[in-house]
Structures are given as C-alpha cells and as structure tokens.
C-alpha cells in the first residue's frame, strides 16, 4: 500500500532557534500545530523536549518559535467529535460497546459529541458537552442506506465550516470511522479535490483528524478500490493534520479498543507550538517542517499549517 511519510527529522542534537529573515514584500506570518510525541513506552514518562530542541521551517524558510507548551493537564481542554459513517449501518454495531466505554472514560477536561456522515453533511447528535453520559445519547447504528454519506470528505469539510463552538483556546479533535471511499470520484487519485478540500478546511480549522478504517461489507468498498486506494485517502487527511490513520490490514478489525487507548494516549502527550514566518499578501495554507531531538519512539506533526498575517486571531 502506498503511504506518504510525514516530513518531520529526528536529529542528533538541539537545533538553535533561527530567526526568520524578511524579503522584500513579505510580512510577520503566525501559525500554530499541535504536535504529539508519544514516550517509547505506555506508562514512560513524558518526552522532555524544549523550545531549545526545535527547528522549524515552513514552505522551506527558516522560521522562529515563539511559544513551545505541554498539554498534559487536565485543565488544558479538548473538543472532540466522534464522526460515523452513515453508510455503515448494522455491521458496525458490534463496536458500539468499544465507542461506548471511550466516551464513559474521557477525562473531564474534554467536551465531546457524536456526529454522522449522512449526505455531505456532519449531522451531530448534539452539542459538545462534557456529560459524557449525555454524549452517549447520541450513539447508535447508522440509519443511512448504503453510499449515503457520499463523500466523507464532504461531511469532514462541513464540519470544519460549522465546527460546534466558537472557543479559539481549544484543541479540536476529530475521529473518523469510514472506509474512505469518496463516491463521487471512486478510483485512487492524490490529486482528488475533494480531498485536497477536506484537508484544507481541517486545516484552517486547526482540527486534528484520526481515522479508524471501517469497511461496510455489501458496498463497492469490498473491492480493491477500498482496501487500499480509500485507506490512502484517508492518510492524506491524517498527515496533513498531524493525526494518525489506524486499520487492520485490508479487513475490519476485531475491535476498536486498541484503537482508542492509543488515541486517549495522544491526547496526553501533545504539544502546542507557535511560530513566526515570512508571509507574502494574504493568510495562506503552508507546508511545515520540523526538526528536533525527541526521545518519543512515535512523533506526528502536521504537513500543513494555516498562516495568518501577524496579529490576526489564529481560529478563523
């Protein structure tokens, strides 16, 4: 299966902080990513890395780090919506209970909402909240027939155009479960403008999107098409926003529980970063790349950042 590796160097020793230089016409950019570094082990400390340890460059320009922090308290706050493909119907019922007893053990510090593919749009249950037996309300098998999300591109869009609260000091996380399958344009293309879409507004959004891989039997997603090319797609989506994409070789797995221990895991081991950068005319989506030492065995950043000009709110 073709995969895209994420641009992010690990190197051998602290980077000095360069400070950006400004050509003509260019102006002061500022952008914000979340970055996860995961310990090697579950129950390893937290990685220590500092500001010190960082380099960043954005559309391959030399840019500076003005704010490095660690998210591991539990007053740091998260937004989370958990998307469902409506297409999935009933073999997805025999992971309610995994879905289920994540949301029963989210942490108080993360408000969340259940949310369905269905049309093009995200169709949420309800608010975000952090009444996790509330949340649970809205959780039951896709009532969508067959292909009726469409595009989960489409729906994951939406979202980030309509993301269910207005508060910019949040972490917005977002789980998908889907196949990947974008019914309006079935056969593998990098290139599929729907996707590159999708990618662009999670991106403005500052959304972290994971995925896990969903194959609903019955559909045209029991061909090659799915198993592969749809599970690429999705990792565009994921890379570009510094989440992870999780599947079980070409079928569905057995349970979901793996799935989201290691996404509670991240939660706990991510960082905001800030930075400046040269900026020509207008806010913009860049590509972003980091080098630094980091003892974590698994680190995600995102390809993308979204660049404003400076002095203007990041979430817009």
Known sequence: MKKVGIAIVVAAGAMLLAVPGFAQGEKEGQGQAIITILPKHDGDPAPNV????????????????????????????????????????SSLGRQLEDLSQFVKTLPPNIRATIGYMQNGIAS??????????????GLHIPAGSA??????????????KRWPSQDTSVRREVLMVTDGVDEY???????????????????????????????????????????????????AITQATGGKSFWEGTGNPVSFQPYLEELTRRFKNQYELSFVTPLKGKPEIDNLKLKFKAPGEEVDAPQQVFVVNGGVAQNQ
């Open 147 to 160: 292909g009726s999300n469409g595009s989960p591109y489409f729906c994951l869009s939406d979202l980030a």
């Open 124 to 137: 949420l249950a309800g608010p975000l909240t952090a009444d996790h037996a509330a949340v649970l309300q």
């Open 185 to 235: 344009n079935r056969r593998y293309d990098p290139e599929d403008p729907y996707v590159l879409a999708a990618a662009n507004d999670a991106v403005r959004a500052h959304m972290v999107v994971y995925t896990i891989y969903w194959r609903n039997q019955g559909r045209f997603d029991t061909t090659g098409y799915a198993n592969n090319d749809g599970q690429n797609l999705l990792l």
């Open 50 to 89: 500092s500001a010190q340890d960082l380099g960043v460059k954005v559309n391959g320009k030399d840019s500076k780090v003005t704010n490095w922090a660690a998210l591991r308290s539990d007053k740091d706050p998260i937004e989370l919506v958990v998307l469902i493909d409506g297409s999935a119907r």
